[in-house]
């Protein structure tokens, strides 16, 4: 991932669990490890008057707080869209909608939000912003954002970072690493290992496997998240010298909670339709799509797309929002399902979730038109068309507004047409005293 400039250090994140600042054995509760689907922010650009992290207000979830506790909206705010809130009043409260409804529609995400980076070298960026709040500032925000469900984690290393072609020992850097997410009282640490020659060497691999393995023995998996973000490419089976990626999971997969794939910045082509993404990438880095991963081995619920937030962020792999919410209705429809939810809930039906890289240069923007176009994918054609109809806040273009409407005048009118002319008859065969339907329409 592409680091900004290091002299603007504010950081930018959501927090979670916790709401001491230096923790200790008896401070920190133990936590269940989160489930499928996550939903994934990072956050390394800075922001003007943020240090730490945003309001709660920029959270991209469904926040608990926005709902009556029987399951409606009490007050929303501007960010809201009419289905969206009927679709969260719904799964929130059988009272309130007792339909039938698919469960697994109304599952609460994973939230997780990134700051970045902390480097062999130290905390820089949103992460050093994080680390100059007063313990008290961090312990009320980590409080806040706790209530919404969204824990928060460090990304390591970044693009700049080399560790292992530079000499780093895994062992002495885990450590160091897992102290400090101790002393800041973070929810885990994304490893976001960018060492391109370090794999084409093939001394990667053993290296991860060994910082891997420290890491978790110093951040237990009932208290702590680890998650990797390598890109798509070294999944690639057959391809790297000492087996890639795909080497790395089979060693110490199991201690890793879930892998942010990045699908992007591999070429202009690349990741870029659906298919690429999800079935077959090309010949440049062969078997690296979404199902194919999962196909050499690596659980389908721990691979999480990851996607720019907009075309500034990444120098390829972009996609827009529409695109992106069809290319995870497909994915659910040939597998990627387990618990569903997506991003504010995260995609309905999808396993393992979607990542925003950079989410702080428009806060959200990027989540929330993805949000409301799964939801839209996600919503009943019946409530589709009273949206479109009905409301100003259907997430189509005017020409498709002015064809539905169009078309439900013209089947209103016919129906109000059709009603006159029978209730006529009905009129006339009551007077001349006709058996019901002999010469109604005569």
């Not at 592409?2 to 133990?30: D, H, I, K, N, Q």
């Not at 208290?223 to 798509?232: E, G, L, N, Q, R």
């Not at 999480?304 to 429809?333: F, H, N, R, W």
């Not at 989410?359 to 068309?385: C, F, Y």
């Amino acid at each position: 991932m592409v680091s900004v400039s290091r002299l603007l250090l504010s950081a930018v994140a959501f927090a979670a669990a916790g709401v001491l600042a230096l923790p200790t054995e008896l401070s920190r509760p133990a936590k269940r490890a989160p489930s499928a689907p996550y939903w994934v922010e990072y956050f390394d650009a800075s922001v003007s008057e943020v240090t730490g992290v945003p309001p709660v207000s920029d959270v991209t979830v469904c926040p608990t707080h926005y709902f009556h506790p029987r399951g409606c909206p009490l007050t929303l705010d501007t960010r809201a869209r009419t289905h969206r809130d009927t679709m969260c009043c719904k799964c929130r409260s059988s009272r309130v909608h007792r339909r039938a409804t698919d469960p697994r529609a109304c599952a609460r995400p994973s939230p997780h939000s990134i700051i970045a980076f902390l480097l062999t070298e130290g905390a820089w960026d949103n992460a050093e912003g994080w680390a100059s709040l007063s313990a008290s500032d961090r312990s009320t925000l980590k409080s806040q954002y706790a209530a919404a469900g969204i824990s928060l984690m460090v990304s390591v290393f970044g693009s700049t970072d080399t560790p292992t072609s530079s000499g780093a020992d895994p062992t002495d850097t885990a450590n160091t690493f897992a102290a400090w997410v101790q002393e800041y009282d973070l929810d885990g640490i994304d490893v976001d290992y960018e060492d391109f020659n370090a794999f084409d060497a093939g001394t990667a691999e053993a290296w991860l496997e060994t910082f891997t393995t420290q890491l978790r023995n110093q951040l237990p998996a009932s208290d702590y998240i680890i998650t990797h973000a390598p890109v798509a490419p070294w999944f690639s089976p057959n391809y790297w010298t000492n087996g890639g990626y795909i080497q790395v999971d089979s060693e110490v997969g199991d201690l890793i909670d879930w892998y942010n794939i990045q699908f992007y910045n591999q070429g202009s082509t690349e990741y870029t339709t659906c298919a690429g993404l999800l079935t077959n990438s090309s010949s440049t880095w062969p078997e690296s799509a979404l199902f194919q991963i999962a196909a050499s081995g690596v659980p389908l619920d721990k691979l999480v797309i990851g996607k720019p937030a907009t075309t500034g962020d990444a120098s390829t792999g972009y996609m827009s929002t529409s695109t992106l919410a069809t290319c995870v209705e497909q994915a659910k429809g040939e597998g990627w399902e387990a618990q569903g939810l997506g991003l504010t809930r995260a995609p309905p039906g999808a396993d393992a979730g979607v990542m925003v890289w950079e989410a702080a240069r428009v806060p959200s923007l990027k989540a929330r038109d993805l949000i409301s176009s799964l939801d839209w994918l996600n919503t009943p054609l019946s409530l589709r068309l009273r949206t479109i109809i009905f409301t100003p806040h259907a997430p189509v273009s005017a020409r498709w507004k002015a064809l539905i409407r169009t078309l439900f005048a013209f089947a209103l009118f016919a129906c109000v047409w059709i009603a006159w002319i029978t209730l006529q008859g009905a009129v006339r065969a009551h007077r001349q005293g006709l058996v019901w339907g002999e010469r109604l329409m005569s």
